[in-house]
């Protein structure tokens, strides 16, 4: 082997596997098991007291879901990850070892409608404070940090309507503010955007969509830079205080710069519970190898059906950071070259009746709540996944009344157009 780093798409092939040592399996094996045998009663107790690292039983850790946490890892350059059983999943945990009861965080009003719902209602019931900013005017964010502000959370490219945040603007700010910056990637992937060579410290996603792929397993992650100090000022202690089920030992002394995805794993995980199976592992594993190929193609046809609607008579307006008109194609062209991602909205001049409509006449678009599919998925989002949103705040989250959005599959792009143009002339 030369010693020249190996390239994204290597990496998502081969990072963290190894053919297996036992039956020379080269696929990754599914570990379908609860539990692991000991080697003896020492080896029992380092491994409860973390003096050593090894498998106790699946809901800490399992060896199909160690493959997948090494090359997410490796392919958004973190020093460790953490496989949790949904993007959802992967938020609580993050959050709960940041904030106790009473603490706040910042997060972008252009998010994914059920982390905002998330964040709103549910986390409110663990004392946990959203206070929202305007990822359009980064001063927003600087204005509502505040003693108790514990993290700050964006997206890199923002549900529903595909716009691009300025990462190292808002990376400045939480570094001045003293919190970590976390960056839910789902919709660009490490493919389009490495959040953590613009500033953040956490990433977490939804493997649900383009890392599995084939919208057929629910599956999250979260990611550690390794770059927080956690130890300062006593704000963050989980992570700096010596933890009273480990035998008083203090996560960030212990483990450096991967003692957050350790506290991840350790307290929330364990405690909380929401294991990925090793199942859905192997599923988004296998997405994975393919991942830079899907996602050119998802992007390359994202552009020419952007295009298409632009030049539509139907339609009002077209929101896609890849249109060289958009408001955001100057931070598209700094962040994510390579394509402007695939999940995009459009407005229609027939307002709400034509987008409900619309949906009901797309044949090969399937009308469906998820993103990131080999297939193209259309939905209204203000009758759907924002309809708990009033007027004003649907329209400042990108799905006002006219807005239908889109995620383009890997089909044919002329296939694609040929639906869409039936649709919007019927
Ligand atoms: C889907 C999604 C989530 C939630 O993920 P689940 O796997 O459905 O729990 C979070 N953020 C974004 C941007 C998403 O698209």
Not at 140 to 163: D, L
Not at 194 to 203: C, E, M, Q, T
Request: aromatic share 8%; charged share 15%.
């Amino acid at each position: 082997m030369s010693d020249r780093l190996p390239g994204f798409s290597t990496l998502a092939v081969h990072a963290g596997a190894q053919p297996d040592p036992t039956t020379g399996a080269r696929a990754t094996p599914i570990y379908q098991t609860t539990s692991f045998v000991f080697n003896d009663a020492d080896h029992a107790a380092s491994l409860f007291g973390l003096q050593a690292f090894g498998n106790i039983y699946t809901r800490i850790g399992n060896p199909t879901n160690a493959v997948l946490e090494e090359r997410v890892a490796a392919l958004e350059g973190g020093t460790a990850a953490l496989a949790v059983a949904s993007g959802h999943a992967a938020q609580v945990v993050v959050l709960q070892q940041l904030l106790q009861p009473g603490d706040e965080f910042i997060a972008a009003r252009k998010l994914y409608g059920g982390s905002i719902n998330q964040f709103t209602h549910a986390f409110k019931s663990f004392g946990w404070n959203v206070v929202w900013a305007d990822p359009d005017d980064i001063a927003s964010f600087e204005r509502a940090v505040t003693p108790r502000t514990k993290a700050i959370f964006i997206e890199s490219i923002a549900n529903p309507g595909g716009s691009i945040t300025d990462i190292e603007a808002i990376s400045t700010v939480a570094t001045k503010a003293g919190v970590p910056l976390i960056v839910d990637n789902t919709l660009a992937s490490p493919y389009l955007i490495r959040p953590i060579d613009h500033g953040a410290d956490i990433v977490v996603h939804s493997l649900t969509k383009f890392l599995g792929g084939h919208g057929n397993s629910l599956g999250g992650i979260i990611v550690d830079a390794g770059t927080f100090d956690w130890s300062t000022g006593g704000k963050y202690p989980m992570l700096s205080e010596p933890r009273p089920e480990y035998h008083g030992i203090r996560l960030q002394e212990t483990f450096g710069n991967f003692a957050f995805a350790i506290a991840c794993r350790v307290l929330g995980l364990r405690d909380l519970g929401p294991a990925l199976s090793p199942f859905n592992a192997f599923m988004i594993l296998t997405g994975i190898e393919t991942l830079p190929l899907r996602m050119q193609k998802h992007c390359d046809n994202a552009k020419a059906v952007a295009e298409f609607l632009a030049g539509h008579p139907a339609v009002a307006s077209v929101s896609y950071a890849g249109l060289p008109s958009d408001k955001y194609n100057q931070l598209a062209r700094k962040y994510a070259p390579k394509g402007a991602g695939a999940v995009f909205t459009f407005g229609l001049k027939g307002g709400y009746d034509a987008g409900v409509s619309l949906v009901s006449k797309l044949q090969l678009f399937s009308h469906l709540a998820n993103v990131g599919d080999t297939r193209s998925l259309v939905i209204h989002p203000a009758s759907t996944t924002h309809s708990q949103l009033d007027d004003a705040a649907k329209v400042k989250s990108g799905a006002g009344p006219d807005v239908v959005r889109l995620s383009i599959g890997i089909e044919d792009k002329e296939d694609l157009i040929a639906d869409l143009e039936q649709a919007l002339s019927a």
